[in-house]
DNA sequence: CTGAAAGCGCTAACAA
DNA sequence: TTGTTAGCGCTTTCAG
């Protein structure tokens, strides 16, 4: 492992000037066939390889691109990750990496590192923090959100309202009238729209929204759990429950089961974002899906070869899909007899 | 968002010498606190980003290093790549992700993008390629394997043979004789070593092994369920399956739950790779848990901090964890009754 | 078609 | 303590 290189070496060896191998390696200008299959030949017999560095501080721009995510190892995050690096790789980009752990203060440092790499824009799942780091970020360098938005600034969601509806109107449709919303400010988006479409949802079923029914956990696993434990012994009567995130959903999942709950002959289960585990549940469960690896390869289209349209700011809103899986029948004691003969799939 | 300001800027701006903000902003060398605080106030009036790409230019270095997994999805690379950012966090370095898919001439034109881009070194989970690409790529930069190990080259993996040992030892320790071995050539390691620890394992034991027990997979998820199911349905004697991989465990639960078998009163069920999944599964899934993210915090200090080490090429063993959940119990026909009642936990 | 030279932003000798 | 200068590897006018 010596030292590389560069082209002058290459120059040298080929009895040519720099210009010369430069616009043979990049394919500008013209060069007389000669000369060029000699530059090629000496740069491999040299085994160069052209210095992105270099090649950065002339031409100012980097190729590569930053993806920042609260938590990698979330599923949801991980699949939108997985978009932009589809995208990045056909536009030739590279992607730098990093968690924020949905601390504002970190995103800020990831930020300012990010700009001193000079990345030619920024992919973001925010954290939950109020978003001021953003738009100072944007100020300095091209952003664009996914997952979550902000006010005013490029990016790439999925339509939750339309999502929520769909679902509480399968519930509703279902029989059951005494539905719960399991909500909470997790990080990966499940803020306070979610819960508002649900109460629209049911407003505009006639069905008679119960506050007490609507609960709300932080976002740590086991205040999730505590949440839907608690809400299914205080009210043994709830027949249908939404969990507005995965993490909500697996705590209803568990509590559910901790309690002996059948599922969904006791109660139905459905929830918001679709997860490996979903189908592999038992019965397996209803949700949700936002389309994350489209998003995020979206949000790369959207930063990397459309900055007109970036510019206006106005979201790029993607359908979500409803997926009928096992976990959610008719409310016990209505016709149509075992919820679980009942199911769709 | 106009040019931003260079260091030539800043010292103009403060009527000192380059060489003085360099200083300054470096911490290098001595300055006077009065000139010290002047190049500071005119940096952050002038919101002076230092640039990465001409300080990398003129070290040699870029601070960065290359992340090469099969699939950002996969939780386990997911977790290894949470371990990696981690570490390269507190040392200051960032990191490129991109993804090969299990492809090798993919791996290769990534590992020379990455070479271009200068990386300090690269961190990479092999797919299972014959490892040409990697050992010409560690002439040329210094790489680290993790999870799955290349011979003669640094990495840092797994104990899988103690792995498969412990939860071969306890299978036969709740009485199972016919135990089969679910295995295949899945992208994430699950090589021919797991099958001969297997194998070595009930040698130890005395137990018989049986060949038509042992059967082998793609890497698809519908050759596992194939293999799994026809196993399932061909033996109906076996009392126990290993999983190799978690695709493979999948496969083993969804065949199992397909043939409306009983976990684990039919059938006990282990996994190597523990998942989230697994603690959702009913019941629980008892698993060989690889330590993950640890690997990928030690393969990147392996990487960045311990040249020396990392040159002797001997691989880093981390020890794996048996993790007894609920899915496997005493087969059928034995003195214990219902394997359900005897859940470990 | 080809080469010489300037300069992208930064750091590190070296001089003062 | 400070400033001047060279040069990291590359692209790109501008002459020839």
Known sequence: MRRAATIKDVAAAAGVGLATVSRVLSGTGSVSPATRDRVLAVAKELDYRPSAIGRSLKLQRTGSIGLLVPDITDPFCAELAAGVLDCARTLGEHVILDVAH???????????????????????????????????????????????????????????????????????????????????????????????????????????????????????????????????QRRSDVSAVLAASHLLGEAAVLAARGLDLRVPADVSIAMIDDMPWAELCDPPLTVVARPARDMGYRAAELLLRDPARRERGRPVVLATELIVRGSCGPPAGLPGGSARSSRTR
């Open 102 to 232: 949905d601390d504002p203060e970190r995103e800020g440092e990831i930020v300012d590192r990010l700009v001193e790499q000079r990345v030619d824009g920024i992919i973001a799942i925010p954290g939950s923090g109020d978003g001021a780091v953003w738009r100072d970020a944007a100020r300095v360098v091209p952003v664009v959100f996914a997952g979550r938005g902000l006010p005013g600034l490029p990016s790439v969601v999925a339509d939750d309202r339309s999502g929520v509806r769909a679902v509480v109107e399968y519930l509703v449709g279902l029989g059951h009238r005494r539905v719960a919303f399991l909500g909470g400010h997790v990080s990966v988006a499940a803020g306070p729209e979610r819960e508002q479409a649900f109460r629209d949802t049911l407003a505009e079923l006639r069905v008679p929204v119960d506050d007490d029914l609507v609960v709300r956990a932080r976002s740590t696993a086991d205040s999730a759990f505590a949440a839907a434990a608690s809400l299914f």
